[in-house]
């Protein structure tokens, strides 16, 4: 399979949050979940001055662009190309670029591997983020996003929820 790179997608201004959310809903709906691996909008919180009291606020670090993570072929670039809200990719022509190692790391982008010590069929507990003392049973492990799914109970329903790695141990 081909390796998956991080490439950079220009967008309209003001429109970065829009076209990550229409990207995600493309994966779901196309099930290219192995080849878009992930969508970002870079934020950096930033402290602002106004009227004389401090803020500190989130902002793009990249206003008219986001950063995904793919492998790059004719479906992919079709499916970004065509997203609502995208003007191209960065790079040469049409021929999109991926960011070097060197960039990748300019950016905060962490692509260590989180070893892990659990396997599907596990019970683990939510350890930080929204679903924090939730306990649930590992549906799936997706390794390169480094996530797991497990089934939390919402309204009386199992529900599947994506948590991060870091933010799970086993019981």
């Known amino acids: 399979m081909a390796e998956a790179n991080w490439y950079v997608a220009h967008t309209y201004s003001g429109y970065e949050n829009k076209v990550k959310a229409n990207i995600e809903k493309t994966i779901e709906n196309r099930h290219l979940e192995d080849q878009i691996l992930e969508v970002r909008v870079p934020m950096q919180d930033v402290t602002e001055l106004k009227n004389g009291a401090q803020k500190l606020v989130s902002k793009k670090m990249f206003p008219g662009y986001v950063l995904i993570n793919m492998v790059m072929n004719d479906d992919t670039w079709y499916v970004v190309r065509n997203t609502r809200g995208v003007t191209g990719f960065v790079g040469p022509g049409s021929k999109p670029v991926p960011l070097s190692e060197e960039e990748i790391g300019m950016l905060g982008i962490q692509s260590e591997t989180i070893e892990i010590d659990f396997v599907e069929g596990d019970s683990v507990v939510v350890t930080g983020?929204?679903?924090?003392?939730?306990?649930?049973?590992?549906?799936?492990?997706?390794?390169?996003?480094q996530t797991v799914t497990i089934n939390v109970e919402l309204f009386g329903r199992e529900t599947p929820v994506e948590i991060s790695f870091a933010e799970i141990k086993k019981l």
Do not use: E, M, V
């Open 129 to 145: 983020g929204a679903w924090k003392d939730t306990t649930g049973i590992i549906q799936t492990i997706n390794s390169q996003k």
